[in-house]
Protein backbone atom coordinates (compact mmCIF):
# COMPACT_ATOMS: atom_id res chain seq x y z
CA UNK A 1 0.00 0.00 0.00
CA UNK A 2 1.31 3.50 -1.07
CA UNK A 3 1.94 5.85 1.61
CA UNK A 4 -1.23 7.59 1.93
CA UNK A 5 -0.39 10.07 5.22
CA UNK A 6 -0.91 12.92 2.77
CA UNK A 7 -4.69 11.62 2.08
CA UNK A 8 -4.96 11.64 5.96
CA UNK A 9 -3.64 15.49 6.23
CA UNK A 10 -5.52 16.32 3.23
CA UNK A 11 -9.12 15.21 5.02
CA UNK A 12 -7.62 17.17 8.14
CA UNK A 13 -6.86 20.43 6.50
CA UNK A 14 -9.85 20.92 4.39
CA UNK A 15 -8.15 20.63 1.09
CA UNK A 16 -10.81 18.91 -0.99
CA UNK A 17 -9.03 19.31 -4.29
CA UNK A 18 -5.65 17.34 -2.76
CA UNK A 19 -8.60 14.70 -0.92
CA UNK A 20 -9.79 13.85 -4.50
CA UNK A 21 -6.09 13.68 -6.37
CA UNK A 22 -4.90 11.54 -3.63
CA UNK A 23 -7.85 9.17 -3.51
CA UNK A 24 -8.04 8.59 -7.42
CA UNK A 25 -4.31 8.15 -7.26
CA UNK A 26 -4.54 5.12 -4.67
CA UNK A 27 -7.78 3.67 -6.73
CA UNK A 28 -5.57 3.65 -9.31
CA UNK A 29 -3.11 2.41 -7.72
CA UNK A 30 -5.69 -0.84 -6.55
CA UNK A 31 -6.22 0.61 -2.87
CA UNK A 32 -8.85 -1.11 -1.91
CA UNK A 33 -12.13 1.87 -1.19
CA UNK A 34 -13.08 0.53 2.63
CA UNK A 35 -9.16 1.25 3.48
CA UNK A 36 -9.24 4.31 2.44
CA UNK A 37 -12.15 5.43 4.40
CA UNK A 38 -11.63 3.11 7.59
CA UNK A 39 -7.55 3.86 7.89
CA UNK A 40 -7.54 7.35 6.29
CA UNK A 41 -10.19 9.10 6.04
CA UNK A 42 -12.36 8.29 9.32
CA UNK A 43 -8.98 8.62 11.48
CA UNK A 44 -8.45 12.38 10.42
CA UNK A 45 -11.83 13.05 11.14
CA UNK A 46 -11.74 11.62 14.54
CA UNK A 47 -8.75 14.04 14.85
CA UNK A 48 -10.73 17.53 13.01
CA UNK A 49 -13.02 16.55 16.09
CA UNK A 50 -10.26 16.36 18.37
CA UNK A 51 -8.94 19.56 17.48
CA UNK A 52 -12.71 21.10 17.62
CA UNK A 53 -12.53 19.66 21.32
CA UNK A 54 -9.89 21.54 22.01
CA UNK A 55 -10.80 25.46 20.41
CA UNK A 56 -7.91 24.14 17.60
CA UNK A 57 -10.73 24.20 15.03
CA UNK A 58 -14.17 25.65 14.92
CA UNK A 59 -17.35 24.56 12.75
CA UNK A 60 -15.58 26.51 9.57
CA UNK A 61 -12.93 24.03 9.63
CA UNK A 62 -15.38 21.24 10.84
CA UNK A 63 -17.36 22.27 7.66
CA UNK A 64 -14.08 21.92 5.29
CA UNK A 65 -12.58 19.38 6.42
CA UNK A 66 -16.51 17.32 5.80
CA UNK A 67 -16.88 18.95 2.71
CA UNK A 68 -13.17 17.40 1.70
CA UNK A 69 -14.45 14.09 2.95
CA UNK A 70 -17.56 14.13 1.29
CA UNK A 71 -16.51 14.91 -2.26
CA UNK A 72 -13.48 11.88 -1.67
CA UNK A 73 -17.06 9.71 -0.85
CA UNK A 74 -18.81 10.86 -4.23
CA UNK A 75 -15.80 8.73 -5.96
CA UNK A 76 -15.87 5.79 -3.97
CA UNK A 77 -19.53 5.39 -3.09
CA UNK A 78 -20.59 3.76 -6.69
CA UNK A 79 -16.90 1.24 -5.94
CA UNK A 80 -18.28 0.35 -2.97
CA UNK A 81 -21.79 -0.45 -3.90
CA UNK A 82 -21.77 -2.87 -6.54
CA UNK A 83 -24.73 -4.42 -5.84
CA UNK A 84 -26.67 -7.58 -6.87
CA UNK A 85 -30.05 -8.92 -8.17
CA UNK A 86 -31.95 -9.86 -5.71
CA UNK A 87 -32.20 -6.95 -2.72
CA UNK A 88 -31.22 -8.88 0.63
CA UNK A 89 -34.06 -7.00 2.36
CA UNK A 90 -35.29 -2.23 1.97
CA UNK A 91 -33.49 -0.39 4.67
CA UNK A 92 -35.23 3.23 5.80
CA UNK A 93 -31.86 5.15 6.87
CA UNK A 94 -32.01 8.57 8.47
CA UNK A 95 -30.21 10.88 10.72
CA UNK A 96 -32.53 11.62 13.30
CA UNK A 97 -34.70 14.80 14.04
CA UNK A 98 -32.12 17.86 15.52
CA UNK A 99 -29.12 16.20 14.24
CA UNK A 100 -27.61 17.12 10.54
CA UNK A 101 -24.73 14.87 10.49
CA UNK A 102 -24.58 12.64 7.78
CA UNK A 103 -21.33 11.30 6.79
CA UNK A 104 -21.07 8.29 8.54
CA UNK A 105 -24.86 7.66 7.57
CA UNK A 106 -24.21 8.66 4.21
CA UNK A 107 -21.44 5.40 4.55
CA UNK A 108 -23.16 2.99 6.07
CA UNK A 109 -26.03 3.44 3.47
CA UNK A 110 -23.39 3.05 0.67
CA UNK A 111 -22.37 -0.30 2.00
CA UNK A 112 -25.65 -1.72 2.64
CA UNK A 113 -26.21 -1.06 -1.20
CA UNK A 114 -22.84 -2.92 -1.62
CA UNK A 115 -24.26 -5.43 0.57
CA UNK A 116 -27.50 -5.75 -1.67
CA UNK A 117 -29.52 -4.09 0.13
CA UNK A 118 -32.53 -1.61 -1.44
CA UNK A 119 -32.11 2.00 0.87
CA UNK A 120 -34.40 4.41 1.35
CA UNK A 121 -32.38 7.45 2.28
CA UNK A 122 -34.44 9.80 4.20
CA UNK A 123 -31.78 12.31 4.75
CA UNK A 124 -30.75 14.17 7.80
CA UNK A 125 -32.76 15.66 10.48
CA UNK A 126 -36.05 12.91 9.94
CA UNK A 127 -38.59 12.94 12.58
CA UNK A 128 -40.23 10.05 13.51
CA UNK A 129 -43.20 9.91 10.90
CA UNK A 130 -41.27 9.69 8.27
CA UNK A 131 -39.55 6.35 9.31
CA UNK A 132 -43.19 5.28 9.83
CA UNK A 133 -44.30 6.58 6.28
CA UNK A 134 -41.10 4.41 4.79
CA UNK A 135 -42.52 1.46 6.71
CA UNK A 136 -45.94 1.96 5.72
CA UNK A 137 -45.73 3.23 2.48
CA UNK A 138 -42.41 1.66 1.14
CA UNK A 139 -42.42 -1.79 3.01
CA UNK A 140 -38.86 -1.26 4.77
CA UNK A 141 -37.71 -3.80 6.77
CA UNK A 142 -35.06 -2.13 8.65
CA UNK A 143 -35.57 1.02 10.33
CA UNK A 144 -31.91 2.31 10.38
CA UNK A 145 -30.59 5.92 12.35
CA UNK A 146 -27.52 7.76 12.60
CA UNK A 147 -27.26 10.38 15.58
CA UNK A 148 -24.00 12.22 16.02
CA UNK A 149 -24.84 14.13 19.03
CA UNK A 150 -25.67 13.78 22.94
CA UNK A 151 -28.45 15.85 22.57
CA UNK A 152 -30.26 14.10 19.47
CA UNK A 153 -29.55 10.47 21.09
CA UNK A 154 -32.67 10.27 23.14
CA UNK A 155 -34.85 11.32 19.35
CA UNK A 156 -33.64 7.34 18.83
CA UNK A 157 -36.03 6.42 21.98
CA UNK A 158 -38.83 8.37 21.00
CA UNK A 159 -38.21 7.31 16.93
CA UNK A 160 -38.95 3.82 18.81
CA UNK A 161 -41.79 4.72 20.66
CA UNK A 162 -43.48 6.41 17.73
CA UNK A 163 -42.93 3.02 15.92
CA UNK A 164 -44.39 1.42 18.27
CA UNK A 165 -47.58 3.70 18.99
CA UNK A 166 -48.02 3.83 14.81
CA UNK A 167 -48.13 -0.42 15.64
CA UNK A 168 -45.35 -1.14 13.23
CA UNK A 169 -42.48 -1.89 15.82
CA UNK A 170 -43.00 -5.66 15.30
CA UNK A 171 -42.95 -5.28 11.12
CA UNK A 172 -39.22 -3.81 11.33
CA UNK A 173 -35.59 -4.41 13.11
CA UNK A 174 -34.20 -1.15 14.91
CA UNK A 175 -30.95 -0.85 14.00
CA UNK A 176 -28.61 2.25 15.42
CA UNK A 177 -25.01 3.86 15.68
CA UNK A 178 -23.06 6.91 15.13
CA UNK A 179 -20.15 7.91 17.62
CA UNK A 180 -21.99 8.83 21.02
CA UNK A 181 -24.43 5.86 20.70
CA UNK A 182 -23.47 2.33 22.82
CA UNK A 183 -24.08 -1.17 22.63
CA UNK A 184 -25.53 -0.36 26.39
CA UNK A 185 -27.80 2.23 25.04
CA UNK A 186 -29.16 0.42 22.11
CA UNK A 187 -30.21 -1.92 24.95
CA UNK A 188 -31.88 0.55 27.31
CA UNK A 189 -33.95 1.96 24.55
CA UNK A 190 -34.78 -0.94 22.83
CA UNK A 191 -33.17 -1.34 19.54
CA UNK A 192 -32.50 -4.48 17.83
CA UNK A 193 -28.76 -4.09 17.33
CA UNK A 194 -26.05 -1.36 17.63
CA UNK A 195 -22.50 -0.95 15.52
CA UNK A 196 -20.09 0.95 15.81
CA UNK A 197 -18.93 0.93 11.89
CA UNK A 198 -20.41 0.77 8.82
CA UNK A 199 -19.03 -2.90 8.25
CA UNK A 200 -20.81 -3.53 10.98
CA UNK A 201 -23.59 -2.27 10.12
CA UNK A 202 -24.33 -4.28 7.16
CA UNK A 203 -23.86 -7.86 9.49
CA UNK A 204 -26.21 -6.51 11.64
CA UNK A 205 -28.68 -6.02 8.75
CA UNK A 206 -28.07 -9.53 6.89
CA UNK A 207 -28.38 -10.97 10.72
CA UNK A 208 -31.83 -9.11 11.56
CA UNK A 209 -32.71 -10.48 7.73
CA UNK A 210 -32.39 -14.36 9.14
CA UNK A 211 -33.80 -13.70 11.92
CA UNK A 212 -37.02 -12.13 10.91
CA UNK A 213 -37.48 -14.81 8.24
C1 LIG B 1 -18.01 16.77 10.44
C2 LIG B 1 -18.66 17.20 11.73
C3 LIG B 1 -19.65 18.19 11.66
C4 LIG B 1 -20.19 18.75 10.34
C5 LIG B 1 -21.17 17.71 9.75
C6 LIG B 1 -21.16 17.69 8.24
C7 LIG B 1 -21.96 16.53 7.71
N1 LIG B 1 -22.53 16.76 6.56
O1 LIG B 1 -22.08 15.47 8.31
C8 LIG B 1 -20.89 20.07 10.80
C9 LIG B 1 -19.91 21.23 10.69
C10 LIG B 1 -22.17 20.44 10.06
C11 LIG B 1 -21.10 19.79 12.29
C12 LIG B 1 -22.00 20.50 13.05
C13 LIG B 1 -22.11 20.37 14.43
N2 LIG B 1 -21.35 19.56 15.21
CO1 LIG B 1 -20.24 18.22 14.53
N3 LIG B 1 -18.77 16.98 14.12
C14 LIG B 1 -18.26 16.62 12.98
C15 LIG B 1 -17.10 15.60 13.25
C16 LIG B 1 -15.77 16.36 13.19
C17 LIG B 1 -16.99 14.39 12.34
C18 LIG B 1 -18.25 13.55 12.20
C19 LIG B 1 -18.03 12.57 11.08
O2 LIG B 1 -18.48 12.79 9.96
N4 LIG B 1 -17.26 11.48 11.36
C20 LIG B 1 -16.91 10.48 10.35
C21 LIG B 1 -18.04 9.45 10.21
C22 LIG B 1 -17.67 8.44 9.12
O3 LIG B 1 -18.18 8.77 11.44
P1 LIG B 1 -19.60 8.53 12.17
O4 LIG B 1 -20.59 9.55 11.78
O5 LIG B 1 -19.35 8.28 13.62
O6 LIG B 1 -20.12 7.16 11.50
C23 LIG B 1 -19.51 5.90 11.68
C24 LIG B 1 -20.07 5.10 12.88
O7 LIG B 1 -20.51 5.91 13.95
C25 LIG B 1 -21.13 4.23 12.28
N5 LIG B 1 -22.50 4.73 12.12
C26 LIG B 1 -22.97 5.98 11.87
N6 LIG B 1 -24.29 5.99 11.71
C27 LIG B 1 -24.72 4.71 11.86
C28 LIG B 1 -26.00 4.16 11.80
C29 LIG B 1 -26.16 2.79 12.02
C30 LIG B 1 -27.52 2.20 11.95
C31 LIG B 1 -25.02 1.98 12.33
C32 LIG B 1 -25.22 0.53 12.62
C33 LIG B 1 -23.74 2.53 12.36
C34 LIG B 1 -23.58 3.89 12.13
O8 LIG B 1 -20.64 3.94 10.98
C35 LIG B 1 -19.92 5.08 10.47
C36 LIG B 1 -18.78 4.60 9.62
O9 LIG B 1 -17.90 3.75 10.30
C37 LIG B 1 -17.47 15.12 14.71
C38 LIG B 1 -16.30 14.57 15.54
C39 LIG B 1 -16.23 13.04 15.47
N7 LIG B 1 -15.02 12.53 15.45
O10 LIG B 1 -17.23 12.36 15.44
C40 LIG B 1 -18.11 16.39 15.27
C41 LIG B 1 -19.10 16.28 16.42
C42 LIG B 1 -20.04 15.10 16.25
N8 LIG B 1 -19.90 17.58 16.33
C43 LIG B 1 -20.13 18.09 17.45
C44 LIG B 1 -20.86 19.30 17.63
C45 LIG B 1 -20.92 19.85 19.03
C46 LIG B 1 -21.49 19.95 16.53
C47 LIG B 1 -22.36 21.22 16.58
C48 LIG B 1 -23.35 21.30 17.75
C49 LIG B 1 -21.38 22.42 16.55
C50 LIG B 1 -22.01 23.80 16.70
N9 LIG B 1 -21.67 24.43 17.80
O11 LIG B 1 -22.77 24.22 15.87
C51 LIG B 1 -23.09 21.17 15.21
C52 LIG B 1 -24.44 20.44 15.30
C53 LIG B 1 -25.26 20.56 14.03
C54 LIG B 1 -26.46 19.62 14.06
N10 LIG B 1 -27.63 20.09 14.49
O12 LIG B 1 -26.33 18.44 13.74
C55 LIG B 1 -19.58 17.26 18.62
C56 LIG B 1 -20.68 16.49 19.36
C57 LIG B 1 -20.47 16.52 20.87
C58 LIG B 1 -21.54 15.79 21.58
N11 LIG B 1 -21.10 15.13 22.63
O13 LIG B 1 -22.69 15.77 21.29
C59 LIG B 1 -18.50 16.38 17.91
C60 LIG B 1 -18.27 14.99 18.57
C61 LIG B 1 -17.18 17.20 17.90
C62 LIG B 1 -16.56 17.32 19.29
N12 LIG B 1 -15.56 16.49 19.57
O14 LIG B 1 -16.96 18.12 20.09
N13 LIG B 1 -20.29 18.78 12.72
Known amino acids: MPDLKPLYDAVVGGDA ?3 QALTQQALAEGVDPLA ?15 RFECNEYFVPELLISARAMKGALDILRP ?8 PAGRVAIGTVKGDLHDIGKNLVASLLEGGGFEVIDLGVNVPPEKFIAAIKEKQANIVAMSALLTTTMPAMKTTIEALRQAGVRDQVKVLIGGAPITQKYAEEIGADGYSENAVGAVALAKKSMATAA
Open 36 to 50: LVNEYMIPAMDEVGR
Open 79 to 86: LMAARGDQ
Open 17 to 19: KTT
